[in-house]
Protein backbone atom coordinates (compact mmCIF):
# COMPACT_ATOMS: atom_id res chain seq x y z
CA UNK A 1 0.00 0.00 0.00
CA UNK A 2 1.44 3.53 -1.19
CA UNK A 3 0.60 6.99 -2.13
CA UNK A 4 2.20 8.52 -5.40
CA UNK A 5 2.67 11.82 -6.04
CA UNK A 6 3.40 13.81 -9.04
CA UNK A 7 3.03 16.74 -11.14
CA UNK A 8 5.57 19.07 -9.33
CA UNK A 9 7.91 21.16 -11.62
CA UNK A 10 9.03 24.84 -12.21
CA UNK A 11 6.38 27.53 -13.10
CA UNK A 12 6.48 31.25 -13.07
CA UNK A 13 4.56 33.37 -10.58
CA UNK A 14 0.81 33.38 -12.27
CA UNK A 15 1.15 30.14 -13.87
CA UNK A 16 -0.34 26.57 -12.75
CA UNK A 17 0.13 23.35 -12.42
CA UNK A 18 -1.60 20.22 -11.10
CA UNK A 19 -0.65 17.77 -8.52
CA UNK A 20 -1.65 14.27 -8.44
CA UNK A 21 -1.30 11.34 -5.63
CA UNK A 22 -2.58 7.75 -6.46
CA UNK A 23 -3.18 5.22 -3.81
CA UNK A 24 -2.34 1.86 -4.41
CA UNK A 25 -2.22 -1.49 -2.90
CA UNK A 26 -5.14 -3.52 -1.20
CA UNK A 27 -7.13 -0.79 -1.06
CA UNK A 28 -10.81 -0.98 0.57
CA UNK A 29 -11.26 2.71 0.99
CA UNK A 30 -10.05 5.86 1.08
CA UNK A 31 -11.33 8.37 3.75
CA UNK A 32 -9.77 11.60 4.15
CA UNK A 33 -6.73 13.16 1.79
CA UNK A 34 -5.26 16.11 1.72
CA UNK A 35 -1.96 17.90 0.43
CA UNK A 36 0.92 19.61 2.61
CA UNK A 37 4.12 21.26 1.80
CA UNK A 38 7.22 22.32 3.76
CA UNK A 39 9.87 24.90 2.88
CA UNK A 40 13.49 24.42 4.60
CA UNK A 41 13.68 25.22 8.26
CA UNK A 42 9.74 25.42 8.52
CA UNK A 43 7.02 23.09 9.79
CA UNK A 44 4.81 20.83 7.62
CA UNK A 45 1.70 23.09 6.45
CA UNK A 46 -1.60 21.68 5.81
CA UNK A 47 -2.95 23.11 2.20
CA UNK A 48 -6.13 21.35 1.68
CA UNK A 49 -8.02 18.22 2.62
CA UNK A 50 -11.15 16.71 1.00
CA UNK A 51 -13.23 13.52 2.46
CA UNK A 52 -14.73 10.74 0.43
CA UNK A 53 -17.94 12.64 0.44
CA UNK A 54 -16.16 15.82 -1.05
CA UNK A 55 -16.18 18.47 1.85
CA UNK A 56 -12.89 20.49 1.26
CA UNK A 57 -11.19 22.85 3.44
CA UNK A 58 -8.33 24.78 2.68
CA UNK A 59 -5.67 26.95 4.52
CA UNK A 60 -6.73 30.90 3.80
CA UNK A 61 -3.11 31.59 1.64
CA UNK A 62 -4.51 29.64 -0.98
CA UNK A 63 -8.24 29.75 -0.87
CA UNK A 64 -9.58 30.62 -4.52
CA UNK A 65 -6.47 30.18 -5.94
CA UNK A 66 -5.96 26.17 -5.18
CA UNK A 67 -8.68 23.53 -5.63
CA UNK A 68 -8.37 19.90 -3.86
CA UNK A 69 -10.32 17.36 -5.95
CA UNK A 70 -10.50 13.20 -5.64
CA UNK A 71 -11.89 10.38 -7.97
CA UNK A 72 -13.42 7.62 -5.34
CA UNK A 73 -12.86 4.98 -8.90
CA UNK A 74 -9.44 5.86 -8.92
CA UNK A 75 -8.01 6.08 -5.47
CA UNK A 76 -7.02 9.75 -6.50
CA UNK A 77 -7.21 13.12 -5.11
CA UNK A 78 -5.42 16.21 -7.08
CA UNK A 79 -4.33 19.44 -6.39
CA UNK A 80 -5.39 22.55 -9.39
CA UNK A 81 -2.91 25.25 -8.08
CA UNK A 82 -3.51 28.38 -9.88
CA UNK A 83 -2.55 31.92 -9.85
CA UNK A 84 0.88 30.77 -7.96
CA UNK A 85 2.64 32.79 -6.41
CA UNK A 86 6.79 32.39 -5.17
CA UNK A 87 5.60 31.96 -1.50
CA UNK A 88 4.41 28.38 -2.84
CA UNK A 89 7.41 27.39 -3.29
CA UNK A 90 8.11 24.40 -1.48
CA UNK A 91 7.87 20.60 -1.40
CA UNK A 92 4.33 18.84 -1.37
CA UNK A 93 2.83 16.38 0.18
CA UNK A 94 -0.14 14.12 -0.33
CA UNK A 95 -1.85 12.37 2.92
CA UNK A 96 -4.60 10.18 3.21
CA UNK A 97 -6.03 7.48 5.48
CA UNK A 98 -6.17 4.21 4.17
CA UNK A 99 -7.94 1.07 4.80
CA UNK A 100 -6.53 -2.01 3.74
CA UNK A 101 -6.40 -5.63 3.67
CA UNK A 102 -3.46 -6.36 5.35
CA UNK A 103 -1.49 -9.86 5.19
CA UNK A 104 -3.39 -11.35 7.64
CA UNK A 105 -6.49 -10.14 5.47
CA UNK A 106 -7.82 -8.00 8.33
CA UNK A 107 -9.10 -4.28 7.50
CA UNK A 108 -6.38 -2.05 9.16
CA UNK A 109 -6.89 1.76 8.64
CA UNK A 110 -3.68 3.92 8.23
CA UNK A 111 -2.47 7.22 7.82
CA UNK A 112 0.06 7.59 4.68
CA UNK A 113 2.49 10.15 3.26
CA UNK A 114 3.26 10.29 -0.10
CA UNK A 115 7.31 11.31 -1.37
CA UNK A 116 7.42 14.50 -1.87
CA UNK A 117 7.15 16.62 -5.09
CA UNK A 118 8.86 20.40 -5.60
CA UNK A 119 6.67 22.97 -6.91
CA UNK A 120 9.39 26.24 -7.54
CA UNK A 121 7.42 29.72 -8.51
CA UNK A 122 9.82 31.69 -9.81
CA UNK A 123 9.36 35.35 -9.82
Known amino acids: VQLQASGGGLVQAGGSLRLSCAAS????????MGWYRQTPGKQRELVAT???????DYVDSVKGRFTISRDNAKNTVYLQMNSLEPEDTAVYYC??????????????????WGQGTQVTVSS
Open 95 to 112: NADLTYYSNNRRLTTENY
Open 25 to 32: GSIFSINR
Open 50 to 56: ITRGGST
